[in-house]
Structure formats: C-alpha cells, structure tokens
T-cell receptor, first 115, second 113 residues
Framework: EAQVTQNPRYLITVTGKKLTVTCSQN?????MSWYRQDPGLGLRQIYY???????DKGDVPEGYKVSRKEKRNFPLILESPSPNQTSLYFC??????????????FGPGTRLTVT | SQKIEQNSEALNIQEGKTATLTCNYT??????LQWYRQDPGRGPVFLLL?????KEKRKERLKVTFDTTLKQSLFHITASQPADSATYLC????????????FGRGTSLIVHP
C-alpha cells in the first residue's frame, strides 16, 4: 500500500530532551516536507526537501533540523524541544511531475507535547 | 505578501444540499490551486487540482472553479452527506512558482442528517 508513515504517533517529552520524529514514504517521491498544525494557525511548513541531500527552510524552521540521506526517509529533529513546539506534526511527500501540481500525500501525524 | 483566505466560520447544511466553500487569495497569480479534506487528528487528503487555464474541474460529487480575475476558487459538494463533514483546505504554490505550497486555514463543513 502506498503510504507515508510517521513514528512515533504520540510523544510526551520534557524541555531540552532531543528527539527525532521519523518519516518514510514508499512511493519513490522526490519531494518531502514537514508541517506543523496549530489551532487557529493552520498548516505551516517547517522544512522541505526536493531530493536527497537537498533541503530548505519553510515558513517556521526555527528550532528544527532535517536530513535527507535516502530518498524514502526525511526525519525531523528537535535538538532542544521547548513547550512552544507542542503541536501536531505532519510529514508529506509529493512526486515531481512535468505538469507541476505537486499533489501531496500526508502521513497520519505525530502529536507532540513538550512539558 | 501572499495571503489565502477561507471562511473561518463553520458551514452548516442539511443532507442533500449543495455545500459551497470559498478560497480567496491575494497578491499574485498561482499556476494552480488544490483542495484537500482533513478529518480531525488526521492528515489532509488531496481531492482536486485545478490549473489557471481551467475554469472548472469535476470529480464525482465535487466541483471546483477557479476565477483568476476574482482571485477566487469555489469548492462545491453536491448531494452532501453527513460523511462529507470535515475541514476543507485550499492550497496554492508559493509566489515565484516554487514547490512550497501554502495552505489556507480551512473551513469546517458540517452536514446534518
């Protein structure tokens, strides 16, 4: 089944404790992104990657890191989480098409709470 | 800067009626516009894409229009059902034609039986 998977789905952690949220897709998509979703603010892009070893900042990159060493994986790293990073996080992937359009396939989400 | 506006108030309609949701944008002319459905606590699901040279696109009970003069897209669900209740998001590529999509905040649709 074509899908984007994220782990963990739920995480409660404490301020300053480094964590990684994994994201993997099995559709051979070139593009991958991370979003956070907060009430009243909608979906905001954190980082995106257009190919292996190619990453760039989205709208809210502060406090996050990413890497793209393999095409299928795009982990999100919080080196020193803070309470304002409590949010619902989504990973997404998208195929590169000649016509453009970039339909996005989203993962199931990771609900992160930082105390 | 680019802005996407969707009605923040929930739309309540009766089963069987047509739901119409609006997406307005400002400041530039996107090459396409997308609509997604999101259920509570779940990831958005892609529904339809319409390009700037298309006035209308249909898929089963869904219809999307794209008026580049008004800078507006309308999303219609005909013969609505309670199962259509969800939040609907529109998304545009960022100004400059880059890959990065920008999402509106979404409009909640509630279909009453």
């Amino acid at each position: 089944e074509a899908q984007v998977t994220q782990n963990p789905r739920y995480l409660i952690t404490v301020t300053g404790k480094k964590l990684t949220v994994t994201c993997s897709q099995n559709m051979n998509h070139e593009y991958m992104s991370w979003y956070r979703q907060d009430p009243g603010l909608g979906l905001r892009q954190i980082y995106y990657s257009m190919n292996v070893e190619v990453t760039d900042k989205g709208d809210v990159p502060e406090g996050y890191k990413v890497s793209r060493k393999e095409k299928r994986n795009f982990p999100l790293i919080l080196e020193s989480p803070s309470p304002n990073q409590t949010s619902l996080y989504f990973c997404a992937s998208s195929p590169r098409t000649s016509a453009g359009g970039y339909e996005q396939y989203f993962g199931p989400g990771t609900r992160l709470t930082v105390t | 800067s680019q802005k996407i506006e969707q009605n923040s108030e929930a739309l309540n309609i009766q089963e069987g009626k047509t739901a119409t949701l609006t997406c307005n944008y400002t400041n530039y002319s996107p090459a396409y516009l997308q609509w997604y459905r999101q259920d509570p606590g779940r990831g958005p699901v892609f529904l339809l894409l319409i390009r700037e040279n298309e006035k209308e696109k249909r898929k089963e009970r869904l219809k999307v229009t794209f008026d580049t003069t008004l800078k507006q897209s309308l999303f219609h669900i005909t013969a609505s059902q309670p199962a259509d209740s969800a939040t609907y998001l529109c998304a545009l590529p960022k100004e400059g034609g880059s890959y990065i999509p920008t999402f509106g905040r979404g409009t909640s649709l509630i279909v009453h039986p």
